[in-house]
């Protein structure tokens, strides 16, 4: 029960997270936007931890959530956030869902033995985001395609990582993730030249709200749990939902418009990661 739960909220969640970032960064900064998300999120999850009487975080498992904290949020998300100022969410959903490809790529590089499916869903992938690339949204921004196709190279070093180094117990090492995450995002931000502005918008508040509650506390959490709990393959399913949802969420409640590429471009995509998953599970 616990898997169909945490499966259910990072399929349903995370589906609707790239619309919500993409009005949230349509008034404020993306890195400062993320910081303050992660911060809020990250905090929230200590209390938790604290109320249910784990054990902080020690030195050692604050410094191992850095690397973790700055690939998942200040590279996976960060960059997803700076593209959506000028990318769809849809665009963004379909582009990020090849994260599983990746792992599969940098598995094969640790040593582990890629099947035949997943060196094919690798392929099929890379001809998806080629076919996504050369429509006309991505191709008229170029710097911003690169800054996006980052992203779930990021994500998917950063699961790597996360399940390799050890990590502070339950929520905690979520927790300790985030709330570096936030610390990186915050330099990057500052780094940039990112100011808030002195009144936000009532956008700003539901969506950046709407992000730390459920995005971040809800279904990173689960996220977490799936990676430490089920199968590599199945924690990493939410690519193959996402993509499809996400594009129609965008076009029905954001009036974003869908070109030919990006009808292409999703099912192959989709398909390459279930290609993926499948040859893990094999």
Do not use: H
Not at 3 to 24: F, G, P
Not at 31 to 41: D, K, P, T
Not at 77 to 101: D, K
Request: include cysteine.
């Amino acid at each position: 029960m616990a898997t169909v739960l945490a499966l259910a909220s990072v399929y349903v969640v995370w589906s609707s997270t790239y619309l919500v970032m993409r009005i949230a960064v349509e008034t404020l900064p993306p890195m400062l936007m993320g910081a303050i998300r992660f911060s809020i999120a990250g905090g929230l999850l200590l209390l938790f931890g604290l109320v249910r009487r784990l054990p902080m975080p020690t030195v050692r498992q604050w410094f191992l959530a850095l690397p973790v904290g700055l690939l998942l949020f200040a590279g996976g998300n960060g960059l997803v956030a700076i593209a959506e100022t000028r990318v769809s969410s849809g665009i963004a959903a379909v582009v990020c869902a090849t994260m599983p490809l990746w792992m599969a790529v940098f598995a094969a590089a640790a040593g582990e033995r890629p099947t035949r499916r997943e060196w094919l869903g690798v392929a099929l992938g890379l001809a998806g985001v080629i076919v996504l690339t050369s429509g006309a949204e991505l191709s008229a921004e170029p710097v911003y395609a690169a800054v996006l196709l980052g992203s779930p190279l990021a994500w998917a070093a950063g699961s790597m990582l996360a399940r390799r180094l050890p990590a502070a117990p339950g929520v905690m090492a979520a927790a300790s993730q985030q709330v570096m995450g936030a610390v990186a995002l915050a330099i990057i931000g500052f780094g940039r030249g990112e100011r808030l502005p002195e009144v936000w918008t009532f956008d700003a508040i539901w969506a950046v709200a709407y992000l730390v509650i459920l995005g971040s506390f809800v279904a990173f959490t689960a996220y977490s749990w799936l990676l430490r709990n089920t199968r590599p393959a199945l924690a990493t399913s939410y690519a193959f939902v996402n993509p499809p949802l996400a594009v129609l969420l965008g076009a029905a409640l954001g009036a974003e418009s869908v070109g030919t590429a990006t009808w292409a471009a999703t099912p192959l995509i989709v398909a390459a990661v279930l290609l993926v998953v499948l040859g893990r599970r094999k």
